[in-house]
């Protein structure tokens, strides 16, 4: 695989799908972009497949899905991968997507082109995440609010926030443990728990962000047990009247999102202070997270679907930027992230 088409996946491809990460790899040292961009974009795919709602039936995206998981883990077949990638895409899909699924053969390719450590990382990473996202198609089997499904308990929703993004705190920590000499010290099994946690504390902000979507796409990853216990249904968080009785039930979990991230803070100071771009990877991640918590936290409208909770672009490139002065200091990322928790912490 030439040099130039492994620039081409790892930026325009890449950053076509996600400019918020593609931002995040581009700042990572050098040796770390090719298994996590790779990771990552693999990922895309098979989450691009298991969306297709306008595809026909859920059977033919779970199939998918698992056809793209099958070639992740052993050697792709050739003719099977062409054939995912022209099923995969149609009148319907984005410029960015079609462009995605073209270059899908040369991303297995450059997968192939890895040393054995990253090359099973990213098998392993992309095949616990796509678990995930069968486990999203199995449990919530329609796609409007006629057909809502709950999670049934808070392991479900905690086992999916491990599959669908704390898998991705463990694959991180070995492959930036295998690469860079600063984290030659790092204990990985106690780092790896920690990532675990950033990547779950990140996952519940955008289940709790994303209450009224999910439910008028039949989703509701709040626990059935909990929600019945507060005299509640999945059907009653659709009436946003009901939304003191369901606080009850989010502000647990907002206050469990705040736990996660006080080890993404131990997570994120465990790196050198010299290894800038290293915490740059991980503050960015770390403070939208909270300062997203923040603002859903302190609002009345959870329940309101007219009700975007989001930190505007405008701050999100302020705080990239304040950053670059604080990424050295402990005590001034302590202070930075101790007052965005402390929102959190008044408003629930």
């Given at each position: ?140 089997q329609g796609q409007d609010a006629r057909h809502l ?118 997570y994120l100071l465990a790196i050198p202070r010299r ?69 959190v912490e008044s408003a629930t």
């Open positions: 695989m030439t040099a130039k088409s492994r620039n081409r996946i790892l930026k325009s491809v890449l950053k076509g799908v996600s400019r918020s990460f593609y931002l995040t790899l581009r700042v990572l040292p050098k040796n770390l972009r090719e298994p996590i961009g790779l990771a990552y974009l693999l990922a895309r795919a098979a989450d691009t497949i298991a969306d297709r709602k306008h595809s026909g039936l859920r059977g033919s995206r779970l199939e998918g899905l698992l056809t793209l998981r099958a070639q992740v883990a052993g050697s792709a077949d050739l003719a099977i991968l062409q054939e995912l990638a022209a099923k995969s895409v149609d009148t319907l899909s984005s410029p960015k997507d079609r462009a995605l699924f073209s270059s899908l053969v040369e991303s297995f390719s450059m997968l192939e082109s890895m040393n054995p450590f990253d090359r099973g990382q990213v098998r392993w990473v992309v095949g616990t995440l796509t678990e995930g996202m069968e486990m999203d198609l199995s449990v919530f499904t709950a999670f049934a308990t808070a392991a479900d929703l905690d086992r999916y926030a491990y599959l669908v993004a704390g898998c991705v705190g463990e694959f991180w920590t070995n492959v930036t443990a295998a690469h860079e000499p600063s984290l030659s010290h790092w204990d990985t099994a106690e780092m790896s728990s920690k990532g675990v946690r950033f990547g779950k504390g990140l996952q519940l902000t955008n289940v709790l962000r994303d209450i009224p979507g999910d439910l008028r796409m039949g989703r509701c990853y709040l626990p059935a047990d909990e929600l019945a216990a507060s005299g509640l249904t999945p059907e009653d968080l659709l009436d946003q009247s009901n939304e003191e009785l369901a606080r009850q039930v989010l502000v647990p979990w907002v206050q469990t999102a705040l736990g996660h991230f006080e080890a993404a803070e131990e290894s800038v771009r290293l915490r740059l990877a991980c503050l960015w991640p770390l403070l939208l997270g909270l300062a997203t918590l923040a603002r859903l936290a302190s609002s009345n409208n959870w329940l309101d679907r007219d009700a975007e909770i989001k930190v505007s672009r405008r701050l999100v490139y302020r705080m990239m930027l304040k950053s670059l002065f604080f990424v050295r200091s402990d005590r001034l990322l302590r202070r930075w992230i101790g007052r965005l928790r402390r929102q």
